[in-house]
């Protein structure tokens, strides 16, 4: 494929896309992963890539991904290039444009008037100004940032962040480029009003927190990171949704039903109803996070209650 490389001014690279925003709630939960024994089976619990049929159509296919840049998630199984080159059309979650960058750089400021030491409060301001120095941010690069900005940040890696900023495509966007030098029909799943909305209900005292928690898990477990990363390229989202669901049928996590019906369930239907016209042509190739893949409620399953047939290739 043709190299590319972008260079994303900081407000830019802090998108709230959700595929950030799931990122978060895997680093959150998998230091209790540990925990998270279940002998029941997830429903394509396990897998990377998978071939969707209908009669009389030719196949498409459906891979997970994850939103980062590291080059090990780039460097795709021959089985899942060998679909993706094979491919008339592809779809993600969302394609970002000029205008969709300018509605998430304005999304991710705080109010005017506020100020992110206020809203914090001076201890937890220290320490985010002293995490962001990891990252080479001084603290007036920080400064009028919303707290779920610098949350999603410290989910990946200094490394990682210096890969993006140096102009390293995440995943996602490595695909999308790959699709368009290939000469595919390019469409997306969601639009970008669609997926701030559901990001706008969170108030700033809650932002907060969640940095606040981010900042602690990051101390308590600084290998988070790599034992997700080790996970996805293991084909292994069952421990983590497993967790999400159970603590979405718990009341331990308030917040964690909301998050599963909004943020993976809504979605799903949502992205199913949009691509079942393209699984409908075949030979497409549908890349969306990982964590959208398992369970009764995920894409794989919706699309078999549609009369799909589903079958793990990766």
Known sequence: ???????????????????????????????CLAAAVDPHAVRHGEGRLWRVERSGVPPSHIMGTIHIAD???????RPILRAFKASRRAAFELLVGPAERQE????????????????LGRETYEKVVKHAQRYGLPEDAIDGLRPSSLAFLFQISPEEFRRQ???????????????????????????????????????LEEEAEMLRQVLVKLEERPGARSELIDSYLAGNMSPVYRLVER?????????????????LDARNR?????????????????AVGALHMPGDEGILHLLEQQGFRVTRVY
């Open 1 to 31: 494929m043709t190299a590319l490389r972008m260079r994303p001014s900081l407000h830019s690279f802090l998108r709230p896309t959700l595929g950030f925003a799931l990122l978060a709630v895997f680093l959150l939960l998998w230091p």
């Open 165 to 203: 900023m140096d102009g390293d495509l995440v995943l996602d966007a490595w695909l999308i480029q790959y699709a368009y030098d290939l000469g595919m029909q390019v469409v997306a799943l969601e639009h970008i009003e669609e997926q701030l909305s559901l990001l706008t209900d969170t108030s």
């Open 247 to 263: 603590m979405a049928q718990g009341n331990a996590e308030p917040g964690a039903r909301a998050f599963k019906e909004q943020f």
């Open 71 to 77: 080059p090990r998630v780039r460097d795709l199984p």
């Open 270 to 286: 949502t992205m199913v109803n949009r691509m079942i016209p393209l699984l409908k042509q075949g030979r497409a190739f549908i």
């Open 104 to 119: 998430i750089t304005t999304s991710r400021r705080l109010p005017q008037g506020r100020s992110l030491a206020a809203v």
